[in-house]
């Protein structure tokens, strides 16, 4: 393609000629590339104007409304259709009209095209939204206003930080003109200016006005820009093709492209684009920092972390995760899939991650690894797919934490909710559920086998005479004996106290008991049994009910009837076994009674004691509250512990008259202590039957009007975790009545089981009685002091006070005032007693 261009005037100017030439010269092929890139350029800032994050609008120089995106007419409350031929000043608010007049006026006047205006809007709604708009004058081609273009930000929603806001402010000022920070520049041999087109006034080559026509590049830069500069712009009048780039004083970064300009066949000057690339330039090393500090938060995180490919195989991982597998980096990439994995968890860890992609993009499982020393160790890995810009699966992300430590303290607390503290046999709850379990497996009829209840004779003889150690080591003996005997097949429990039970799934009569005889003689011969100066055997009382003949009872009818028998058997005389049957529900004889009839009798008929154990505030080291423990009194006068009637009650639905007849007492010892100088508390438990009886609000309500002179606050009731997860609801509703009649309410046991926690939070408790099992080795057990200190915290930011229980010696009372324990209880502090011992002036 041939092209003549005129000559230059004298005066240096361009000729018509010249300019003509120019424009031809824009049109070759070898300047179409960059033509053709800077229309996509601004087909692409159209396509940013459309979906931009920031509100974009066109308005005429006399604040119409021509066009705004979706994310304005979000900001302003409306919809876009309805704001074209708005005026801006109908969505301004009405203190900031004058401010935005001026600053509309101070664009049509040619304004800095930087100037900023902070107001606010207000949506048809009422809303008030501050906004930061940017504004710019666009002209026509013969430089009249055309339309202005504005950029608006949300600043009540403002996340960035105040560099990333001037770096969008900046890049929303770049979208405003058609090719921002662009200049095209055409220089002659000499390098004076011919021609410049373009905006950006901050462009070294960025001077529009005609009277720079023929002034030399150099006046333009400072003389180190224009030293890297000059040799490139040197090489394209030799026919080449330069590229230079530019910092200037104000912090901006200019790149520069020239090319040689050929006029008539030969080399005539040169053109050039001068582009403002700062903003691509701090993408980029932000893009590069970003990287840093990834890589930086991957190799140095805390956790375990790998990057997974989609084979199973490790990629990349941390130094956390080479801990954690025993195994170097090498090593685990060069491993195959789930190679580390323990066996028996590989097939459940590979289904699992080959649903990653197709069920979900995340998930997280607890499985175990082989450490390189051969030792297992427990790992919870959160997994994440990684997707490339078209959502195709790259890699999986892990996060891989040793969690080894927590399942023993969970297989612990497991262990200590299913089993007996003492003993390590399981307890009432878990022999339930496996007795349950064993009924639910029988087909059709009813289920074989025989259950087996055993009771000490005397139990309380030895620990009135001997001391609860000696009881406690009497139990634990027993328990070995009662395991020695006991098939491998067989279910042995604690069920509270002295009293065992033993499932013998598939025994008949004879079976159970030859069984029964087998036991009832290793306990009367085992010599470790053998008690006191005198060396007197050890005894026990055996009840067993057949399943088979049962009928359809359930597992809670079982133990009763079993009970019941056991009861039997001591009524006969003791150290024998008695079996169940049908006449044990109605009384084998008029002048016998049963069990229940037994404590029915007691509750009518003045056949309940009550003992008072004191607790001793570790504050003031004074005795300032007792807990009321009931006891039955037995044929010859002797008490009758708990453990031996409380279930029956509860299973014949009449715990609910004990707790009423012990609140009543309560009451009563109130009143008649409340002339003392500091009158004690009293504390009252509450069996899961009476957690939201009606009867028992409307008694508490009666007594307490019927004593004026008692304050509530002295009355405290307690509530175990068992009795509070009956029913929440109405547990809930009877706390609360109870708070606000001004009583105190204490959940006993806490931390014996897993739903404390829930409890504490829907429950207005003041107190928390810390389980035993967590204080009589606080002193030297580790755990137990973390556990305790634990709850006292707890307990400290709820505003409540705690108590712990068996508090057996001198050295856990320190250890627990030490611990912030408020109160203390147990065999230390004082053994229950008759409440007419314990509080005199009460008779």
């Keep these: 393609m041939g092209t003549t261009v005129d000559t230059a005037a004298s005066d240096g100017g361009v000729t018509e000629g010249t300019r003509e030439g120019a424009v031809r010269l824009l049109t070759r092929p070898e300047l179409v590339e960059d033509y053709e890139r800077l229309e996509a350029e601004c087909r692409r800032f159209r396509t940013a104007f459309e979906s931009a994050a920031a509100g974009s609008a066109i308005a005429t120089p006399d604040g119409v409304l021509v066009e705004v995106n979706e994310t304005y007419a979000a900001l302003v409350g409306r919809s876009a259709e309805e704001l074209v031929g708005t005026r801006v000043a109908a969505l301004t608010h009405p203190e900031d009209l004058a401010a935005t007049a001026a600053y509309f006026r101070a664009c049509l006047a040619g ?29 026509d081609e013969q430089g009249a206003p055309a339309y202005v273009t504005a950029q608006v930000i949300d600043l009540s929603a403002r996340m960035s930080a105040e560099d990333e806001a001037r770096a969008a402010r900046q890049r929303q000022r770049l979208i405003l003109a058609s090719l921002p920070g662009t200049v095209v520049a055409l220089y002659d041999s000499d390098l004076r200016v011919v021609e410049t087109e373009g905006l950006g006034a901050d462009n070294p080559a960025g001077h529009t006005d005609t009277s720079v026509r023929g002034a030399l590049l150099a006046e333009f830069l400072t003389a180190d820009d224009f030293a890297i500069v000059e040799p490139q712009i040197r090489a394209a009048l030799a026919g080449g093709t330069g590229r230079a780039e530019l910092n200037t004083a104000a912090g901006r970064e200019f790149e520069m492209e020239a090319a040689p300009f050929v006029e008539g066949g030969r080399v005539s000057g040169v053109l050039t ?65 789930f190679a580390f994995v323990h066996p028996d968890d590989v097939p459940a860890v590979a289904a699992r991650f080959t649903s990653l992609g197709s069920e979900t993009d995340a998930l997280t499982i607890e499985h175990r690894i082989l450490h390189a020393s051969g030792r297992t160790v427990w790992v919870q890995a959160q997994v994440t797919l990684m997707r490339d810009d078209e959502e195709r699966p790259l890699y999986a992300l892990a996060q891989v934490t040793d969690v080894s430590d927590r399942r023993v303290f969970e297989d612990r607390l497991r262990h200590m909710a299913d089993h007996d503290s003492l003993t390590g046999l399981l307890n009432r709850r878990s022999f339930e559920v496996a007795l349950e379990s064993h009924l639910q497996r029988a087909d059709d009829g009813p289920a074989s086998g025989a259950l087996m209840v055993l009771d000490v004779d005397q139990f309380k003889t030895v620990n009135d005479t001997l001391g609860h150690r000696a009881g406690d080591e009497l139990i634990l003996r027993l328990a070995t004996v009662l395991t020695s005997i006991v098939r491998q097949n067989d279910v042995l429990a604690r069920m509270g106290g002295d009293e065992f039970a033993v499932l013998l799934p598939h025994a008949d009569r004879q079976a159970a008991q030859n069984v029964a005889d087998k036991l009832l003689g290793a306990i009367r011969g085992d010599e470790q049994l053998l008690l006191g100066a005198r060396r007197r055997s050890v005894t026990v009382s055996v009840g067993v009910c057949l399943l088979d003949e049962a009928g359809a009872a359930d597992a809670d009818d ?21 079996f169940w049957t049908e006449e044990d529900r109605e009384g084998r004889a008029p002048t016998r009674l049963s069990w229940p009839q037994r404590i029915s009798r007691a509750i009518d008929g003045g056949g309940l004691a009550l003992e008072a154990q004191p607790i001793r505030n570790l ?49 009563a010892l109130l009143s008649r202590t409340s002339g003392w100088p500091a009158p004690p508390v009293l504390e009252v438990n509450l069996s899961g039957q009476s957690v939201g009886d009606a009867g028992l609000l409307a008694q508490i309500e009666a007594l307490l009007r019927a004593h004026p002179d008692v304050d509530p606050a002295r009355l405290v009731f307690e509530v175990t975790e068992t009795a509070a997860v009956a029913d929440i609801l109405r547990a809930r509703a009877f706390a609360q009545r109870l708070s606000d009649l001004g009583c105190g309410l204490a959940l006993d046991d806490f931390g ?16 928390l009685k810390i389980d035993g099992e967590f204080v009589a080795r606080c002193a030297t057990d580790r755990t137990d002091q973390l556990i305790v200190e634990s709850a006292v915290r707890l ?49």
Excluded at 560 to 577: E, F, H, N
Excluded at 632 to 661: K, Y
Excluded at 814 to 823: E, F, I, S, T, W
Excluded at 835 to 841: F, G, I, K, M
Aim: charged share 25%; aromatic share 6%; proline share 5%.
């Design 111 to 139: 304004g800095p095209a930087r100037d900023q205006l902070e107001k606010r809007f207000v949506r048809p709604d009422g809303t008030v939204v501050p906004v930061l708009v940017s504004a710019a004058l666009v002209r």
């Design 273 to 337: 684009v001068w582009r403002d690339v700062t903003v691509r330039n701090d993408a980029e090393r932000g893009r590069r920092d970003a990287d840093r500090q990834l890589r930086a938060a991957f190799d140095d995180a805390p956790i375990g972390m790998a990057m997974v490919g989609l084979d199973g195989r490790f990629t990349r991982c941390n130094a956390a995760i080479c801990a954690i597998t025993g195994r170097s980096a090498i090593e685990l990439a060069r491993l195959g899939p």
């Design 558 to 578: 079982l133990v009763v009837r079993a009970d019941l028998a056991m009861y039997s058997a001591k009524d006969a005389g003791r150290d024998r076994v008695v």
């Design 619 to 667: 504050r003031t080291e004074t005795i300032d509250r007792y807990e009321l423990l009931v006891r039955m009194l037995g044929h010859d006068g002797d008490l009758i512990p708990p453990a031996a009637f409380l279930q029956v009650a509860e299973r014949g639905g009449m715990v609910t008259r004990i707790d009423r007849w012990v609140t009543e007492q309560a009451v």
């Design 752 to 767: 014996s089981g897993f739903g404390s926690l829930y409890y504490l939070k829907h429950l207005p408790f003041d107190y």
């Design 795 to 843: 307990a400290q930011g709820l505003g409540k006070e705690t108590i712990a229980e068996f508090v057996g010696d001198r050295t856990t009372q320190r250890m627990l005032r030490a611990l912030g324990v408020d109160h203390a209880q147990g065999f230390f502090v004082g053994r229950p007693a008759p409440v007419d011992q314990v509080l005199p002036s009460a008779r």
